[in-house]
């Protein structure tokens, strides 16, 4: 199986500097691929310098993720993608149980490793963690992390299990399911569009699988914190995208009428807590997804919708008003 681990770049010298050594020194089979959205910071010239077995996709301007990575990969040939930030960093044995788990699980479409937290080893990290799920409102969240309660590793999810959605922060996935799916969806720009792309991939009968014999650790936040406004906006809106077009229009009208009273309170907390600008942020959401109803609806081009997608009812419930913060309370395997 011929693996290719793709990078995308925008202005990220430094990372690559201080990740990209261990990408070629623990992946020695796989093609490692650099797709630059046409940063300005010299990480082309450092990477042709002084990695020359590193091979180059540039792109003319910044396509963000989504674009950036269905362009790139028009150009990459290879039986399997491995999508990796630029600011992870991988861990000596990483590979062969993801491989293995693919020749094994000819039904796996869509693979992630445990994501642990750079600067703190001994927990997870926000994007991916131990796998990731929704509730029957369409938040996501993950085994090890639920909102931003993190969990310690203490091995608790160090088992190979399937999963609803997996990060776009180490995401390997079978090329012939990616170019079938039509990659991701461009008008997400950044943030949650590999939720939509499992999703999509899950309602065609796609699996989705977290292998936690694997780990690698993501330093996290090196495009938009959590405390950027314009990552609220992304998500809350994309959020609703992928609604919009995953579930059958009943359900899915059902839901955005009540994610609309959600995201409300959601906005008046932010207020509450002085964060005006992140309220801001999701009236703009709120106003973007509407202005592209019609063009989202379009893309409601499946002929079946999985029935069962989440596994809690409300996770905005669980966590707020029960103070459950850990997975192994919330739901029983």
């Known amino acids: 199986m011929k693996l290719a681990i793709v990078i995308l770049n925008w202005n990220g010298v430094k990372l ?7 990408v070629i020194s623990y992946s020695p089979d796989a093609e ?24 180059l996709v540039l792109h003319s301007t910044n396509e963000g993720f989504a674009k950036g990575y269905n362009l790139g990969l028009q150009q990459v040939d290879a039986d399997l993608y491995c999508l990796l930030n630029s600011d992870v960093e991988v861990t000596e044995g990483w590979l062969p149980p993801i491989l293995q788990f693919f020749d094994e699980h000819p039904e796996a479409a869509i693979l992630q490793p445990k994501i642990l937290d750079l600067k703190n080893p001994g927990y997870f990290e926000y994007a991916g963690a131990g796998g990731g799920f929704l509730d029957a409102l369409g938040y996501p969240f ?13 091995g608790q999810y160090d088992d190979n299990r399937e999963i609803f959605w997996a990060t776009g922060a180490c995401m390997f996935i079978r090329k012939e399911v990616f170019h079938s799916l039509g990659g991701f969806d461009e008008d997400y720009f950044a943030h949650q569009e590999e939720i939509d792309l499992c999703w999509r991939a899950r309602n065609l009968g796609h699996k989705v699988f977290y292998v936690g014999e694997s780990h690698v650790l993501h330093l996290g936040g090196s495009t938009l914190s959590n405390m950027d406004p314009r990552k609220t906006y992304l998500n809350f ?45 999701i009236v703009h ?20 919708y999985l029935k069962k997608y989440h596994v809690i009812k409300s996770i ?9 913060k850990e997975f192994n309370i919330l739901v029983k395997d």
Not at 33 to 51: A, C, F, P, Q, W
Not at 316 to 324: C, E, F, K, R
């Open 142 to 154: 993950c085994r090890g992390r639920i909102f931003q309660s993190i969990e310690e590793d203490k």
């Open 32 to 55: 490692i691929i650099v797709v630059d959205n046409d940063s300005t910071d010299g990480s082309v010239d450092m990477i042709r310098s002084e990695y020359p077995n590193v091979r």
């Open 237 to 281: 809106r994309n959020s609703l995208f992928s609604i919009t077009k995953n579930l059958p229009k009943r359900r899915a009208f059902i839901l955005i009428l009540f994610r609309l009273l959600l995201d409300f309170i959601a906005g008046i907390r932010f207020v509450l807590q002085f964060k005006v600008a992140h309220c801001i942020a």
């Open 316 to 324: 905005v419930w669980a966590h707020y008003v029960l103070g459950i």
């Open 16 to 22: 690559l500097k201080e990740y990209l050594p261990k």
């Open 285 to 304: 959401a709120h106003i973007s997804y509407y202005v592209r109803l019609r063009r989202m609806l379009r893309k409601r081009n499946n002929t079946q």
